[in-house]
Nanobody, 127 residues
Framework: QVQLVESGGGLGQAGASLRLSCAAS????????MGWFRQAPGKEREFVGA????????YYADSVKGRFTISRDNAKNAVHLQMNSLKPEDTAVYYC????????????????????WGQGTQVTVSS
């Protein structure tokens, strides 16, 4: 049974840093893309970034490029989202997702590319 479990959310001030983790289990993700999405109250789920597990290649939304970094830890079967220079508009529930790598990485901004989702972790940034 595939499980994605996010952790590391919390409260931070504008300009601070937070690191989210996604523990993945239940199968090999070597041929998968791991994505991070977020959803603020009253808004649609928004793509944050993605990483191709096999190569470590990453792809980011323009809104977070240069501030957020995605990495993967093969030994722990985990993916991390390092968030720096946080802004109040980064406040949302953050979700980890996994989808098989069939297409160009730059097409993985849509939720329908992903088969598995975590339960989400809340990130709140105060001004």
């Amino acid at each position: 049974q595939v499980q994605l479990v996010e952790s590391g959310g919390g409260l931070g001030q504008a300009g601070a840093s937070l690191r989210l983790s996604c523990a993945a289990s239940g199968r090999s993700f070597i041929n998968y893309v791991m994505g991070w999405f977020r959803q603020a109250p009253g808004k649609e789920r928004e793509f944050v970034g993605a990483i191709k597990w096999s190569t470590g290649t990453t792809y980011y939304a323009d809104s977070v490029k240069g501030r957020f970094t995605i990495s993967r830890d093969n030994a722990k079967n985990a993916v991390h989202l390092q968030m720096n220079s946080l802004k109040p508009e980064d406040t949302a529930v953050y979700y980890c997702a996994a989808g098989p790598y069939y297409y160009s990485l730059t097409t993985y901004y849509t939720p329908n590319k992903y088969d598995y989702w975590g339960q989400g972790t809340q990130v709140t940034v105060s001004s």
